[in-house]
């Protein structure tokens, strides 16, 4: 954009076009165009305008009313946030949140996040709050509580409303016509001004920060000796704390970005990916559970402890995916298989209390495999057959009675296996497909840790997530698990082999039809049938499985529209590339595809956010449900009956973040061009 | 990739080789294996049940249930089948009304949002951001919330009858009730909308043969008031039917069950049939036959392959022992496939008695033991419940469907509106005769969705205690145990509507396509 206008066609400009309130005014309110006469146009101004005011008068003089007892908001915020989490371990919280803000600030920074805001548009802003703040105290009308105060200026008594109500609204008529004169000032100016558009989230965390150690709050009876206190007794320090590390983090990270951007990138990318086991099973891991067990030097042998199994399959594993991708040799294959064949034998006998028949049908098996190995005279064909069978065999282990973490390790080594003569072609496939099993595995048994049972470990329960941490936790969980399920969906459903395509459809279909809180039942009330007995996973993960069950058939659509949007020809083209199916799709076909989607998956991750509030109707403790039955029902008379303004603040709480994701997902799909191709 | 291979080039590959072969040994086998897992899953399922004393079993569908409803067309249900039907009928009623709330509000706002009127479109705007970013079910208790905890409490020297109530114990509203002559009347008023669109399409013949105007649209009016205020005069005509349903209820009654089970054995034929004709009928082109490939194959093999195993379930008597076994021995006196109950209902429905259909009436507080409530037999007394869901549902998809009429009133291009005003009409005129006929075609398919989507919103009563299906449901598995049998019966009843609501919306949509070729 050139701001500046050469001086000789400046003459030939047109008029600037008549500036001012009262211009404003005729243009946009009071207009007589094709929408209708000046008349309708002024009832309609009018009328509306009262009408909002009249709104906005109702719910102030509501929310601020000598009755109304905020301090049910602020006192249980802990509660309404982390639920039973105990106080001396509240520091997991808060690093967790550091986490996730320096991974904010640095990804920021890492992907050059910019853009300017103007001044003169950030003066308007103020200047509307400020009018709205002072017309909606004009509507205001009745008594009100001396609900607050700052340090210097302590309203105790409700009758000091009418004086607090003159304060704020001599402070918004000044503050408004400060910020116009300061607009029109920035509009007179020669070249536009302005400041990165992050200055404005400072600005508010600052305000934020501010108002943590300020703001004033009486306390409600019998809590403490005070009648007042600070909104946030223990939320002030910590959260400076985080605000200064962020600001500092900022710059580093810009430092760092200057220094090795690529590098960043790649570290930050895996980082994120890391984060979210890490947060869930480490650093938020119930704080009851012994770490010595854990580690494999409490009572429990160190083998058969969470990370002797760990390094057992993690080691195991990757030795076999990393022989199956090698290249084509025949006696190596078929010595893996052998060997394979005879671990699992030992296993299931070291295990394995069940059928004999199960162990006689693996050795068979497993003889059949090597000796087709040796028959086929193929070499490529037949580390394809190996791996197949491995992965067939590793699949029967299902059945066979073991600590059902075995089992799940059986199953991803069978998947792993299953891809790894299609991506092990090379030697970077073959080392990427290995570096994928490490965190696999740690993943299984920190999910088994965490809500499965079975493992060596005994089973702790998961009581102590809860409230908005558990609400986050729940969207996270869902997403990570029904993207990659979605996206397999949409490929089958598209793809060229009926019967996948028939399975496909018929289970996005069936899923879709029915309503998600009958899912959080099934998973809740139901799931727990359909597995082997003995085994039973805590509620929050049969939960989050009934999540990914009803995403995942939202986000196969989503993608799916992305995939019918892609023209045929870069289908031909890939193929006349001679790029093999897996090939054009992984290469050629799904990064076009996913990126028209972006807007539809970021509203499938908004609506996941909010769907996530239904299991407070199953009885899980999540923000919601704490607002609505546990503070206003407990038995601490002081919260009794503050249900309505429970669910004001609840409304408030959603609408923010919710509005916050989706325009900064706005910004963002304008940023990357979206929808101009 | 592949080397080039020496020697020879066979003609065929080898058959693990054969891309048809390898595509169709990996369907059918994870077909297999998905099968075999379901029947893992199922026979599990089947011992963990058994094990825990519940075993899986439809039979509280005809035993007594020993709740109460609270709300419904009855709330005192004599067994599981009926409370489910209660909840079954409040969801649709729900719906029905939220979808014409919401499609309305919504067409206002997406019009508003475009308004030149700053604070018009502002205020739209507002509705939208605020509404759709808050959770449904958030917005809910929020309504129920300030029902309980805002409205005035009912008095007892309220009692009588006002135009309005509003308290903690819910909103009454004036109410048209139903009498016994309705179902004569919406006879006549069904009869009365099929003579009005033939009238409307003559007028409109007319006009397009002549070039005058015909006044289709008042014709249609008026054809339709003469059935509107005639039926209700004239309804008892309508008991005709009663003998008609008689007679049929005589005749599901004395045909033999053999007869029935042919009917369905030929219905799955003729559907496998029609089904491989039209799909032959599709692949022929005036060149003559397409060559069938292997999906060609298996697609009409599954079709045939159905039609017959169906026909021998149905014919063999194996479809009825299934359905007594699945459904219990304690369903069985809705054999026949339950159409002799259902004429004999209707037959008694329709005869030749007088009467008003339908009747006015003013809600009214009654005061029986010192606490006052409404008076459930006037006016339309609506529980928190109710009104909590109603009005969450209803505002939420408002949000959404604005946003759909704006960006289809958007995609109609500018030149049509200005050719329309160029022609001299009105901006409403163009709006209503140029731009949102055009606009529809557009809105139509997520217009569907959102549909969809309000109809399994409505589920969210549960949490307010509105006797939806899902909260009938929700106490049954409470009381009973049986969980499993609830899930399927949702699945089933969801997908149905589901199945419905699209089929509408498909049918519409396959009729504005026809307009614009």
Redesign the interface.
């Known amino acids: 954009m050139e701001q500046m206008t050469p001086p000789q066609t400046a003459e030939l400009a047109p008029e600037k076009p008549r500036s001012g309130p009262w211009a404003w005014c005729r243009e946009?309110?009071f207009?007589g165009?094709?929408?209708?006469p000046i008349a309708f146009?002024a009832f309609?101004?009018v009328a509306?305008?009262l009408i909002?005011l009249n709104l906005m008068g109702f719910v102030t003089t509501?929310l601020f009313a000598a009755e109304r007892r905020w301090a049910a908001v602020t006192y249980n915020m802990k509660l309404l946030m982390v639920q039973a989490f105990p106080q001396d371990d509240l520091i997991r919280i808060w690093v967790s949140i550091g986490i996730f803000a320096v991974l904010v600030v640095w990804s920021l920074a890492s992907w050059e996040f910019g853009g300017q805001i103007s001044v003169e548009k950030m003066a308007q802003g103020v200047r509307a709050a400020f009018v709205l703040v002072f017309l909606t105290g004009i509507m205001h009308h009745g008594e009100g509580a001396a609900s607050f105060g700052l340090p210097f200026l302590r309203f105790d008594n409700p009758a000091d409303w009418s004086s607090i109500r003159t304060w704020i609204e001599l402070a918004s008529l000044a503050g408004a016509v400060a910020a116009h004169f300061f607009a029109q000032a920035a509009h007179r100016r020669e070249s536009e001004q302005t400041v990165p558009i992050l200055v404005v989230p400072v600005l508010g965390m600052a305000l934020v920060t501010l108002a943590l150690w300020t703001v004033w709050l009486p306390v409600p009876e019998g809590q403490f000796d005070e009648t007042t206190a600070r909104i946030a007794t223990t939320t002030a320090r910590p959260w400076t704390i985080l605000f200064g590390v962020t600001i500092l983090a900022y710059f580093v990270g810009i430092f760092l970005h200057r220094q090795r951007p690529k590098l960043m990138r790649r570290v930050l990318i895996s980082a994120w990916i890391l984060s979210y086991p890490i947060i869930i099973f480490v650093i938020q891991r119930d704080p009851i559970l012994d770490w010595a067990d854990i580690l494999g030097f409490g009572e429990t042998p160190f083998l058969s402890s969470d990370l002797g199994t760990l390094l057992i399959f993690g080691i195991l594993g990757s030795v076999v995916i990393w022989v199956v991708g090698l290249p084509p040799n025949r006696a190596v294959t078929g010595a893996t298989v052998g060997i394979l064949g005879v671990i699992v034998g030992l296993m299931s006998f070291a295990f394995g209390d069940g059928p004999l028949w199960s162990t006689v049908l693996m050795a068979a098996i497993g003889l059949a495999l090597v000796a087709a190995a040796i028959t086929i005279h193929e070499p490529v064909?037949m580390v394809r057959a190996a791996g197949a069978g491995l992965a067939m065999l590793a699949l029967i282990i299902w059945f066979v009675p073991m600590p059902f973490v075995y089992r799940t390790f059986m199953v991803a080594l069978a998947l792993a296996l299953l891809s790894a003569p299609v991506f092990g072609?090379t030697e970077q496939g073959r080392a990427n497909l290995v570096r994928a099993w490490i965190p696999i595995s740690f993943l299984i048994v920190a999910a088994f840790l965490l809500g499965g049972s079975d493992t060596s470990l005994e089973f702790q329960s998961t009581t102590f997530l809860g409230g908005f941490n558990l609400t986050i936790l729940l969207a996270i969980s869902g997403l990570a698990l029904s993207l990659p399920a979605g996206l397999v969906l949409a490929l089958a459903r598209t793809s060229?082999?009926?019967?996948?395509r028939l399975?496909a459809t018929g289970y996005i279909?069936?899923v879709?039809?029915?309503?998600?809180?009958?899912w959080l039942?099934?998973g809740s009330?139901?799931l727990?049938?359909?597995?082997?007995?003995g085994v039973e996973f805590d509620e929050i993960v049969r939960v989050v499985a009934a999540i990914a069950i009803f995403n995942s058939a939202y986000v196969a659509e989503n993608i799916r529209g992305g995939l019918q949007a892609i023209n045929k020809g870069q289908y031909e083209a890939a193929r006349a590339v001679?790029l093999?199916v897996v090939q054009s799709t992984s290469l050629v076909i799904l990064p076009q595809a996913i990126r028209t989607v972006i807007p539809a998956l970021v509203g499938s991750i908004?609506i996941a956010f909010?769907?996530t509030?239904?299991v407070?109707?199953i009885g899980l403790a999540d923000v919601?449900l704490i607002a609505?039955n546990f503070v206003p029902q407990q038995s601490d008379p002081n919260f009794q009956?503050t249900?309505?303004q429970?669910?004001?603040f609840?409304?408030l709480f959603?609408?923010v973040f919710?509005?916050t994701i989706?325009r900064l997902a706005l910004r963002y799909e304008k940023s990357i061009g979206l929808g101009e191709r | 990739m592949s080397k080039p291979t020496e020697g020879p080039v066979p003609t065929r590959p080898p058959l693990w080789r054969n891309i048809v072969v390898i595509k169709w040994v990996a369907q059918l086998g994870s077909l297999i294996a998905l099968v075999w897992l379901a029947y893992v899953l199922i026979t599990q399922a089947t011992a963990n049940l058994r094990a825990t004393g519940i075993p899986f079993s439809w039979d509280f569908l005809g035993e007594p249930l020993g709740v109460k409803l609270s709300e419904g067309f009855n709330t005192d249900p004599e067994s599981g089948l009926e409370a489910l039907s209660v909840g079954m009928v409040n969801m649709i009623r729900i719906t029905w009304s939220g979808v014409v709330a919401a499609t309305v509000l919504g067409t206002i706002i997406g019009i508003a949002r475009l308004s030149s009127n700053w604070i018009v479109s502002r205020i739209a705007n507002s509705y939208i951001e605020f509404f759709r970013n808050i959770p449904l079910l958030v917005q809910i208790l929020f309504w129920q919330a300030l029902i309980i905890g805002v409205l005035p409490d009912l008095t007892p020297d309220m009692e009588g009858s006002r135009w309005l109530f509003a308290s903690p114990k819910g909103i009454a509203i004036p109410w048209l009730i139903p009498q016994a002559g309705r179902w004569q009347y919406m006879v006549l008023l069904a009869v009365g909308v099929v003579v009005a669109r033939w009238t409307y399409k003559k007028r409109i013949e007319i006009l397009e043969r002549e070039g005058r105007e015909t006044h289709a649209f008042g014709w249609a009016t008026g054809v339709f008031l003469v059935f509107l205020i005639g039926g209700w005069f004239a309804h008892p005509i309508a008991g005709v039917l009663g003998w008609l349903f008689q007679a049929l209820a005589w005749v599901a009654g004395n045909l033999p069950v053999i007869s029935f089970q042919w009917l369905m054995g030929g219905l799955s034929l003729a559907l496998a049939a029609w089904f491989i004709v039209r799909y032959m009928r599709k692949l022929r082109s005036p060149a003559g036959m397409a060559k069938l490939t292997d999906d060609d194959y298996f697609r009409l093999g599954v079709a045939g392959f159905l039609g017959i195993v169906l026909f021998f379930f149905f014919v063999s008597g194996a479809g009825e022992a299934t359905i007594i076994r699945v459904m219990g021995r304690s369903l069985t006196y809705k054999m026949n496939w339950g159409f002799e109950p259902l004429f004999n209902f209707l037959a008694t429905k329709y005869d030749f008695s007088g009467g008003s259909p339908l009747r006015f009436s003013l809600p009214e507080v009654e005061v029986p033991t010192n606490f006052p409530r409404y008076a459930s037999d006037a006016g339309n007394s609506m529980t928190p419940g109710f009104v909590a869901t109603w009005l969450g549902v209803t505002l939420y998809a408002a949000a959404f469907i604005g946003e759909i009429v704006r960006a289809g009133i958007m995609a109609v291009h500018r030149g049509q509106s200005e050719a329309a005003s160029a022609l001299g009409l009105h901006r409403a005129q163009s709006l209503r005769l140029v731009v949102l006929p055009q606009a529809f075609r557009v809105v139509l398919p997520p217009l569907g969705s959102q549909y969809l989507n309000l109809a399994k919103n409505t589920s969210l009563g549960i949490a307010v205690a509105y006797a939806d299906v899902v909260q009938v449901g929700q106490t049954i598995f409470n009381q009973e145990g049986q969980t499993l049998p609830v899930f399927i019966f949702w699945m089933a009843f969801y997908s149905s509507v589901s199945l419905f609501l699209s089929g509408i919306v498909n049918y519409y949509n396959r009729r504005m396509e026809l307009v614009e070729r």
């Open positions: 946009n309110l207009a165009d094709t929408w209708g146009n309609l101004t509306f305008v909002v509501y064909e072609g060229s082999l009926p019967i996948f399975l279909e069936l879709r039809s029915i309503p998600m809180i009958t039942f099934f009330a139901m727990t049938a359909f597995l082997p007995s001679g093999s908004i909010k769907d509030s239904l407070a109707i919601l609505r009956g249900l309505t429970m669910m004001f609840m409304a959603y609408w919710t509005f989706s």
